[in-house]
């Protein structure tokens, strides 16, 4: 699986590389109203429906994602 190190993917830099921890961040569409700035402050307001704290709609995004996980990723999945 090669390593890139810095590198841009046309809008936010990236750092590829081994050994390294790197996080998923998600949000849904309504986390962030029209005109608000997409950051940790205004993600951490919890403004639209929140469906992630229901453990039902948190319990199919984390099976989606671990889903075959060891054919995708080159370490194990925390959290």
Request: aromatic share 8%; hydrophobic share 30%.
């Amino acid at each position: 699986m090669g390593t890139k190190g810095w590198h841009s993917r046309g809008y936010l830099p990236h750092y590829d590389g081994d050994g390294i921890t790197q996080h998923i961040v998600l949000r849904l569409y309504d986390a962030v109203p029209p005109g608000q700035r997409n950051d940790d402050n205004t993600l951490d307001k919890g403004i639209g429906s929140a469906l992630l704290r229901d453990p039902r709609c948190a319990r199919i995004v984390a099976e989606t994602i671990t889903e075959g996980a060891s054919d995708r990723y080159a370490y194990r999945l925390g959290a």
